[in-house]
């Protein structure tokens, strides 16, 4: 109170111990009671004199606090404002009676949204002399910015955040809770293959519309988006194994039934003296085809051998009169083409999941990516020819080239690269800033399409150059296809939607209609129709002027 009475200006004493009272224990404190004061003189400059029912009629610290809040607030740019909003809230520990403040280091709000660059310079301008809304500090032995609100009056009388908490009070519950969730995955070495540490079923759908509905506020740290789209990963990983096993274990059941069948049937019908020409001859066509699936079977070629056993196995099937030798030898012949399909089709070389397969277009080579950070090549007979290293992370899917020439391997390094046939790494596209999850050659193999979680698509000559980045969508883009005349690219994503582009990266048309995740894109072989496929259990075909023709249901 001294330099005000050395002014000749004169405090009443319930006013001094109600401001010592209302501001004591709160760091920054000296410029909130210094603005407080300001506004009282203001108030009471012609009486000389400041009084306690005047600092209660301006509302207090709260009052005085909210008024240059707005006038901060308001100063700002657009995108400054939601940069604060997001500060703010941050900065509030949402309790079941009190809120509260929340101690941030700035670096662990870097995201998507919000870069460290922008968030340190909104900080600055918040925590600035002039402003004083929150305070900047450094942890002890380090140089990690600490965030903090100057005053809890700020998120508990403050019109603005108390209406923001309001809004988002559930967003910033489940927030909070998926952060946790990665700061435990990263403590645990960020496992990619770890699903009991990945989000699955509920939780994992839960995060999905937690962005559907609250993504573009951009709360979620850089942690916790990558821990997300890495357990997006891994469920579709999970489903498509899945997909695969019930798909081999329907057709093995099928076969077997089959089998089992051939097997049951008894010889019951008596034929007329009328039909026993005709019997024989079915009789020995059953004979004759069991025998080229034996010779097929000798000869290494077991899908000719499956393919003539099976034909053998359907007609045993429709005449069950036939026994003795000539059935037994249909179902042996069966059973055996089987088994040499099965064992043809063992490529059983990578130490981890394998997650792509790719055929040459003359047929003659395969290619296998893993997440054991690999990609093999074969040859059609299954023997095992190169393998590919130089990939850091998971390989997510592998293409060929349309000459047959190229193999193209994206991978969870966010990197692509072009090996020739001998398995000698071409060239390394780089670029992508978050893993790389789909690839494909245009129809002519002069341009390559990469496609990402970041939300992009970038096209690339043969030789790595990048040429264009595809930039629009909202969420990771699923995959990418060209047109059969190579001149349109079709991009579906997450967020729902298919984008067209031209081969300059022009956007042309958007397709909207589907309401989940679009997962994949084709054109038709004249590229006039386009097919979509969502999560929402449909398909949807578009012209190529993305008008919606129809919506195929049934899945």
Request: glycine share 8%; charged share 25%; hydrophobic share 35%.
């Amino acid at each position: 109170a001294n330099p005000a009475e050395l002014v000749g200006l004169g405090i009443e004493g319930r006013l001094k111990q109600q401001l010592i009272n209302d501001v004591e224990d709160y760091p920054g404190s000296l410029p909130l009671l210094q603005y407080t004061l300001t506004e009282l003189w203001k108030q009471s400059r012609q009486q000389k004199f400041l009084y306690l029912k005047t600092y209660q009629q301006l509302g207090g610290i709260e009052g005085t606090l909210e008024k240059r809040a707005n006038q901060v607030f308001d100063s700002l740019s657009p995108v400054e404002q939601s940069v604060a909003r997001r500060l703010f809230l941050e900065l509030t520990q949402v309790g079941d009676t009190l809120d509260t403040r929340r101690r941030v280091r700035l670096g662990e709000l870097v995201n998507s949204h919000h870069s460290l660059k922008l968030l340190d310079a909104v900080s600055q301008t918040l925590a600035s002399s002039d402003n004083r809304l929150i305070t900047r500090s450094h942890q002890e032995n380090s140089q990690d910015v600490v965030l903090d609100v100057v005053h809890e009056a700020l998120i508990r009388h403050w019109g603005k955040l108390v209406e923001w908490k309001q809004t988002y009070t559930e967003a910033m519950v489940i927030e909070r809770k998926l952060e946790a969730a990665a700061q435990e995955w990263q403590q645990k070495g960020k496992k990619r293959d770890d699903a009991g540490l990945l989000l699955q079923g509920g939780r994992l759908i839960e995060a999905q519309e937690y962005l559907n509905e609250y993504g573009e506020l951009g709360m979620l740290n850089g942690l916790a988006e990558e821990y997300i789209e890495v357990s997006r990963h891994k469920q579709k990983q999970m489903t498509r194994n899945r997909r695969l096993v019930a798909v081999g274990f329907v057709s093995v059941l099928v076969l077997g039934t089959l089998v089992s069948t051939f097997f049951g049937l008894d010889s019951h019908k008596q034929g007329k003296q009328a039909e026993e020409q005709a019997r024989k001859a079915e009789e020995s066509e059953i004979k004759a085809l069991s025998q080229l699936s034996e010779t097929f079977f000798v000869s290494k070629q077991p899908f000719d051998a499956l393919k003539e056993g099976l034909k053998a196995g359907g007609k045993l099937k429709k005449t069950n009169w036939v026994q003795g030798d000539t059935r037994i030898k249909a179902i042996d012949s069966l059973r055996q083409s089987l088994y040499g399909v099965k064992e043809f089709n063992s490529l059983d070389e990578h130490s981890a999941p394998v997650t792509s397969v790719a055929f040459s277009r003359d047929g003659q080579t395969i290619a296998t990516a893993s997440a054991d950070n690999t990609v093999k090549l074969w040859n059609h007979q299954g023997k095992p020819l190169h393998t590919l290293t130089g990939h850091s992370d998971s390989v997510i899917i592998v293409a060929f080239s349309p000459d047959g020439q190229t193999i193209a391997s994206a991978s969870e390094d966010k990197t692509v690269k072009l090996w020739n046939l001998q398995g000698k790494l071409l060239h390394t596209l780089t670029g992508h800033s978050k893993p790389v999850i789909s690839v494909a050659f245009s129809p002519d193999g002069q341009t390559i399409a990469t496609a990402s979680y970041e939300a992009t698509v970038k096209l690339w000559n043969r030789e790595g150059q990048l040429l264009h980045t595809l930039t629009g969508h909202r969420d990771s883009v699923e995959s990418v296809a060209f047109s059969p005349d190579g001149q349109t690219i079709a991009t579906p994503s997450y967020e729902g939607t298919v984008k067209l582009w031209n081969l300059q990266g022009k956007p042309l048309h958007t397709l909207k209609g589907h309401s989940e995740s679009v997962e994949s894109v084709t054109f038709s072989p004249d590229g006039q129709t386009i097919a979509t496929g969502s999560s929402d259990n449909t398909v949807k075909l578009w012209n190529r002027q993305g008008k919606h023709l129809h919506t195929l249901t049934g899945h």
